[in-house]
C-alpha cells in the first residue's frame, strides 16, 4: 500500500509559477513510476506529467505543459515535485499524483497502469 499527499497548490496569476509536491509513505518509492493527473471542472482527468523508476527518471509531458512544467524525484525523501511555470488560466484544475508499479512508457500517460492515487491539490490561475 502507497500513501500519497500532494501539496503547494493554491491562486496565482496567469504567468505566474507553483511547485506541486507529492509525498509518499508505504512500499518502496523508487520502484514507482509517479504521475500526476488535473481534472478541471466538468472535464476528464487528463495526464499532465510522469517519471519512471528506471533509466535515471526518464520523463513524459502532455504537450499542453511541454516545455513549462518540470517533473522531479526525490528517492531519498520519497516526494515527486511538479514545477508549473508561466501558467495559464487553462491550467486551472484539480492536481492529483499517482504511482504505478507495474507500467511501460507507452503506457505512462494512461490512468489505467496506476495503482494509487492522492486526494490532490487545488491550483486556479487568474486571467
Known amino acids: 500500500q502507497v500513501q500519497l499527499v500532494e501539496s503547494g497548490g493554491g491562486l496565482v496569476q496567469a504567468g505566474g509559477s507553483l511547485r506541486l509536491s507529492c509525498a509518499a509513505s508505504?512500499?518502496?518509492?523508487?520502484?514507482?513510476?509517479m504521475g500526476w493527473f488535473r481534472q478541471a471542472p466538468g472535464k476528464e482527468r487528463e495526464f499532465v506529467a510522469a517519471i519512471a523508476w528506471w533509466s535515471g527518471g526518464s520523463t513524459v509531458y502532455a504537450d499542453s505543459v511541454e516545455g513549462r512544467f518540470t517533473i522531479s524525484r526525490d528517492n531519498a525523501k520519497n516526494t515527486v515535485n511538479l514545477q508549473a511555470n508561466s501558467l495559464k488560466p487553462e491550467d486551472t484544475a484539480i492536481y492529483y499524483c499517482a504511482a504505478a508499479a507495474s507500467i511501460s512508457r507507452a503506457t505512462m500517460r494512461t490512468e489505467e497502469p496506476y495503482d494509487y492515487w492522492g486526494q490532490g491539490t487545488q491550483v486556479t490561475v487568474s486571467s
Open positions: 508505504g512500499r518502496t518509492f523508487s520502484g514507482y513510476t
